[in-house]
């Protein structure tokens, strides 16, 4: 069973490109998040989204960031128009769509790290 | 979620027990404990869930005092690849919602 898998795991944009960063999580997971990390920091939680829904996007910044998970294919987290400060690792975690006692984590993907040049 | 304190950095040696404490004064009834592992350069690992007493696992073990304000995880004779930022967490339902991050412990294994 493959983990989460997310692409690309490098990305360098210069500023005003788009960045489009992929998610496919587990088999039999339905649930996507989306997290921020800087460097020495914690993770920062954007957005959690279900098959062709979004949950919770309490953590997204208003503009430029947009993301969706389709019916089919992965979860994509879109930022528009980059800026430097832009520039983080953005890691995508999944969880399985019936929880049991012992299911309560979230699995984490390698991360994207996004460079704005 | 509840706030969580966590020392910002602890060093040890190879074989060695570890054990990295983390405070939650306002735990809710609810809440369980959870810890994540980080290598550089990785996504956050799971590594561990309690919600009272003891969880012992193939890797670690989670000790939990009975007003819950605080944990212990304990890691067992730790060695060089245990290197890594460890992260308490405490909230309801972690696979259903957002997970709150602090900066976590450093921990830095010597040979």
């Known amino acids: 069973n493959a983990g989460v898998m997310q692409n690309p795991r490098h990305l360098v944009r210069r500023r005003g490109q788009e960045a489009r960063l992929r998610c496919s999580p587990m088999?039999?997971?339905?649930?996507v998040y989306w997290y921020r990390q800087l460097p020495e920091e914690g993770l920062k939680f954007m957005v959690y989204?279900?098959?062709?829904?979004?949950?919770?996007e309490s953590g997204m910044p208003k503009e430029r960031f947009s993301a969706e998970f389709p019916k089919e294919g992965p979860s994509i987290l879109r930022i528009q128009q980059v800026v430097r400060g832009d520039s983080a690792a953005y890691f995508c975690?999944?969880?399985?769509?019936?929880?049991?006692?012992?299911?309560?984590?979230?699995?984490f993907g390698p991360g994207t790290r996004l460079t704005v040049t | 979620l509840a706030k969580t304190t966590q020392p910002i950095s602890m060093d040890s040696y190879e074989g060695q027990e570890v054990n990295i404490t983390c405070s939650h004064n306002?735990?809710?009834?609810?809440?369980?404990i959870t810890w994540y592992q980080q290598f550089p350069s990785q996504g956050p690992r799971f590594i561990i869930q309690?919600?009272?007493t003891k969880v012992t696992n193939e890797v670690a073990s989670l000790f939990i005092p009975a007003d819950r304000k605080s944990s212990t995880l304990s890691l067992p004779r730790v060695s060089l690849s245990d290197t890594a930022v460890y992260y308490c967490?405490?909230?309801?339902?972690?696979?259903?919602?957002?997970?709150?991050f602090g900066s976590g412990t450093r921990l830095q294994v010597q040979p």
């Open positions: 975690a999944s969880s399985p769509i019936f929880l049991e006692d012992r299911g309560r984590e979230q699995y």
């Open positions: 088999k039999g997971h339905s649930h």
């Open positions: 989204l279900q098959k062709e829904n979004i949950i919770d």
């Open positions: 306002n735990i809710a009834t609810n809440d369980y």
């Open positions: 309690g919600y009272k």
């Open positions: 967490l405490v909230g309801v339902d972690t696979g259903r919602r957002a997970l709150t």
